[in-house]
Each structure stands twice: as structure tokens, then as C-alpha cells.
């Protein structure tokens, strides 16, 4: 993420999330939109393939209803 957008949240990217789990991690955004979503991937799917990350299955997809936040 870093290697694509400086560290910080893409245009439409509402959060992200991730953390390891056995055998990979999980990674979880929220965004604005579906297209949004989409031209991110654009950009950082290749920043990812150049340190050697690949999808092993493609992206799961979950309507947000509720966001709750602490601040």
C-alpha cells in the first residue's frame, strides 16, 4: 500500500484493515464505491506483483450497512 498511494487511503477508500491469519492475511476495505474499488486495484495490483503478492482467490464482496467508528 505503501509502495502505491504513500501509506496513506486511495480516493473512496473509507478504511482498511488487515491482519495475518494462518497461511496469509486478511484484508478488509471499505470504499464509496464499486468503481472506486475498482480503479485502486488498477494501481496497486502491480505494486503488490512487484514484491511477490498475488490474490489467491479473487475478492470477496459485502454491502456495508453500518460503520461504526471511535474517535
Same mark, same amino acid.
Not at 506483483?49 to 467508528?69: A, D, K, R, W
Given at each position: 500500500? @505503501?509502495?502505491?498511494? =504513500? =501509506? +496513506?487511503?486511495?480516493?473512496? %477508500? ?6 495475518? +491469519?494462518? =497461511? ?7 470504499? %464509496? ?9 488498477? @494501481?496497486?495490483?502491480?505494486?503488490? %506483483? ?5 490474490? +489467491? ?5 459485502? %454491502?456495508?450497512? +453500518?460503520?461504526?467508528?471511535? =474517535?
Amino acid at each position: 500500500m @505503501k509502495r502505491a498511494y =504513500g =501509506g +496513506n487511503l486511495s480516493d473512496g %477508500e473509507l478504511f482498511h484493515v488487515a491482519g495475518q +491469519n494462518d =497461511g496469509g492475511w486478511w484484508v478488509i476495505d471499505g470504499w %464509496e464505491s464499486r468503481e472506486q474499488c475498482v480503479a485502486s486495484s488498477q @494501481k496497486l495490483m502491480p505494486a503488490l %506483483e512487484q514484491v511477490g503478492i498475488s490474490l +489467491n482467490e479473487p475478492p470477496q464482496e459485502f %454491502e456495508i450497512h +453500518n460503520i461504526m467508528v471511535r =474517535g
